[in-house]
């Protein structure tokens, strides 16, 4: 009898989903995207309607053969990609390489690879989803133009190798507004005053001065600071007003991809990245020791619904009623309100089963996956927990025109907080230092007398905006409506690997570069680049998804205004490069010709203004200057600090006792030789100094080489311990897995025209 075929995106996914499934199925992976859009070319033909030509990917060709072997010889297929967008486009991708062989395809979605969820995604299966998979391709053609048509502009004005791209530039612009309004901010002073009261009983609390005869107290110099102080020292107070109320806190709701990366980015200090990559990893199974092979431990964590099924309400009540009391368990389950711009397509991320529980699974689990599972369990317990309750107090002491005010929080029942205590939100500003912390205490009432004990002006300046973390900016990018849950990750790492952003202690910080480059794409293309502008856009292509409007409509009310701009820009290119090259005073050593300043991959450097016939450059002074940085290694030959310099072909270690002592080392790439395991690896040159490879720091005992740039990445598909980063001529940029030949899908990499 012939078995069915079930196709799913990942190996190990096919293992534990084969399993359950039994011996009437067939479990293959088509191990991620088997097409993609050709990097030689645009591939997106503008005058047949925005047709897409895609090919098969380098390496899958394989894959597409034995898929269609099984399949011809299957009774029926199921494609069960991922449940999302990019998931539909892969299964469609696959549907039209299969469907020659075999017309039976179905498409089938699993939530949570376990037993519940792989039964009910096969007793559910549907035609693929034609709206969504023209929704993705949308995104990918309207991303593929912006990429192929605006990077070009870019190299022209600034330097070959650059990239812009739809969403990246609008996430580039919003760090570099921050940038700009932190550098314009001018503090402002301003003091304020807490007061130290005594009772009669010789009981003291502090208190802020809140008002001065009914407004708010305006302090803003030490001279005026000094004149309150003299007033109040005269005056007599009395407590006027003591309020207690009750106050509820409820719990927060379960997490969705969002909330999940800036959790983890505040607790765990994961990045975003590494938030979705060990996600993915709990989605896909763990291997918890039986007869099961992998579990998945948790539902799909690309998602922007809050929503929870019934049958893990009634799970997770059960375990909160047996385990924590039935005070701690609401009469009524909770549920949460759906955002305006919420899709709706997943539930919430939560544990696959409450019998998974942190203490049970965390001797198959490392470090890190323990981390985020245990933060996803208590968010999803605690959900569905009690509101925590306290006791607010209020005290006004008062002279009849100033007013100071304590006040405090007592807990009363701590409710959801037993299991996700609160923590210091990074990204707001913290509380008013100004506040008093000592506890109110017992016996105040209305009436009694209180003597000054003492005074405390405090002096402060006003603050600038806080600069974006990674949870701060995917927080920002939500609530504008840009972006969605697949693509927050990469939105960050893509600035940072284009050197658009620094990463220092966590916050991002706008490079010279990335302020350039944004400076020039607002000014030529302020309605693409635009906040409003792409938030619009995400919606355009939410309106396909659901059959409200069609591909080529969005397409075209996309590209009109992006080409007549880009036109315009076109005709300024030669114009805009001069203008950012500057002039110096500094004659070349080697024709007499001046020097000008100019950007290149590694910064800006000085050149002759007689190139191409005299190619001499030179470092920037300051740049130089920042550039040699102490490492904290020592130099093995003179016992001097290794610093960061810079020179004409990038960074190296140099001692800091040049010239007497010339010693050098290249500076690794952080990543371990795949091949020995024992050494790192680094940039090296060629003989002749013409091409860059990464070679092992142990060489000659291991001789592993690699042309393509390393990244400290695993490959998503096979678990290879690294992905590297090509950029060519005729293939443009991509980062890909050297192993098994995946191209990690990015959007808004740099592409040759």
């Known amino acids: 009898m012939a078995k069915s075929l079930v196709i799913v995106e990942s190996p190990s996914k096919a293992k534990t989903i084969n399993k359950y499934l039994g011996k009437d199925f067939l479990v293959e992976a088509s191990v991620g995207h088997i097409k993609n859009l050709p990097k030689s070319k645009l591939s997106v033909d503008i005058e047949k309607e925005f047709e897409v030509v895609y090919e098969t990917m380098e390496g899958k060709k394989d894959v597409v053969e034995r898929l269609r072997k099984h399949a011809e010889k299957a009774k029926e297929v199921f494609i069960a990609t ?58 990918r053609a309207m991303d593929r133009i912006v990429g192929y048509k605006i990077s070009p502009f870019v190299w022209k004005t600034v330097f070959y190798g650059l990239s812009a791209g739809r969403v ?132 799909y964590m690309r998602t922007d619904s809050t929503r929870l099924s019934d049958e893990a309400i009634a799970g997770v009540r059960e375990y909160i009623y047996e385990n924590y009391g039935k005070e701690y368990l609401p009469k009524e389950p909770r549920h949460f309100k759906k955002g ?33 599972y245990e ?12 509101p925590a309750e306290f006791e607010a107090i209020s005290v006004d002491v008062s002279d009849g025109t100033l007013v100071f005010r304590a006040t405090d929080q007592l807990p009363v029942f701590r409710g959801f907080l037993t299991v996700f205590d609160d923590t210091v939100d990074e990204d707001t500003p913290s509380p008013d230092e100004t506040d008093p912390t000592s506890k109110l205490p017992e016996g105040l009432t209305e009436g009694l007398a209180t003597a000054v004990a003492g005074l405390q002006p405090r002096q402060h300046f006003t603050k600038p905006p806080a600069r974006f973390t990674e949870s701060s900016l995917v927080k920002e990018l939500e609530s504008l409506g840009i972006g969605r849950p697949s693509t927050y990750a990469l939105i960050v790492s893509t600035v940072i690997d284009r050197k658009y952003v620094d990463q220092k202690e966590r916050r991002l910080f706008a490079t010279d570069l990335g302020m350039q480059v944004n400076k020039i794409l607002v000014e030529h293309f302020p309605n693409v680049f635009n906040v409003r502008f792409t938030a619009q856009m995400e919606k355009e292509l939410d309106t396909i ?67 191409p016939t005299c190619k001499t450059t030179k470092p920037l002074a300051e740049e130089q200057e920042r550039m040699q940085h102490v490492t904290g290694e020592k130099c093995e030959l003179c016992g001097g600090d290794m610093v960061v310099k810079g020179g004409r072909f990038g960074t190296f270690l140099g001692c800091s006792n040049y010239p007497s002592c010339k010693n050098t080392k290249p500076i690794t790439t952080g990543i371990k030789c795949p091949k020995c395991g024992k050494g790192d690896l680094l940039e090296r040159k060629t003989k002749k100094g013409k091409r860059t490879f990464y070679g092992c720091t142990k060489y000659p005992e291991c001789d592993f080489a690699s042309w393509d740039k390393p990244v400290n990445e695993p490959c998503p598909a ?36």
């Open 82 to 139: 991922d449940p999302d967008r990019e998931g539909e486009a892969i299964a469609s991708h696959i549907a039209d390489e299969l469907e020659e062989v075999n017309s039976r395809i179905k498409r089938v979605l699993f939530h949570e690879i376990t037993e519940t969820g792989i039964q009910e995604g096969m007793s559910h299966p549907r035609p693929l989803h034609r709206n969504m998979v023209m929704s993705q391709q949308a995104r």
């Open 168 to 299: 990246q530039s609008v996430a580039l612009r919003l760090i570099c507004e921050r940038e700009e309004a932190i550098r314009a901010f001018v503090p402002e002073e301003y003091w304020s005053l807490i007061g130290e009261f005594e009772t009669p009983k010789g009981d003291r609390f502090l208190a802020k001065l809140a008002k001065v005869g009914g407004a708010e107290p305006e302090i803003p110099d030490e001279e005026a600071a000094k004149t309150l102080l003299e007033r109040v020292r005269n005056a007599s107070f009395a407590i006027t007003s003591v309020q207690k109320r009750p106050v509820k806190r409820n719990a927060p709701p379960p997490f969705i991809t969002s909330t999940l990366q800036q959790e983890a980015a505040r607790r765990l200090r994961f990045s975003a990245k590494r938030t979705m990559t060990l996600a993915q990893k709990l989605y896909e199974g763990i291997d918890l020791g039986g007869e099961e092979g992998l579990t998945g431990l948790i539902t």
């Open 340 to 372: 305006k711009a919420t899709q709706d397509a997943h539930e919430a991320i939560r544990p696959t089963s409450v019998k998974h529980t942190p203490k049970a699974v965390k001797k198959h689990l490392d470090k890190d996956l323990f981390a985020l």
């Open 375 to 386: 933060l996803i369990w208590n968010r999803f317990l605690a959900c569905q927990m009690a």
């Open 545 to 611: 998804a659901t059959g409200k409007n069609d591909y080529l409509t969005v397409m075209r009310d996309f590209y009109e205004p992006f080409s007549t701009a880009l036109e315009k820009a076109s005709a300024l290119a030669t114009s805009i490069k001069k203008s950012l090259q500057e002039k110096t005073d500094v004659v070349c050593e080697n024709c007499g010709k001046p020097l000008i300043i100019k950007w290149g991959r590694n910064g800006r450097f000085m050149a002759c203004t007689g190139y």
């Open 718 to 753: 096979c678990g290879n311990p690294y992905l590297v980063e090509k950029f060519t001529q005729s293939k443009g940029a991509q980062i890909i897995c050297p192993s098994c030949k995946t191209v990690r899908e990015s959007q808004d990499l740099a592409v040759p025209a």
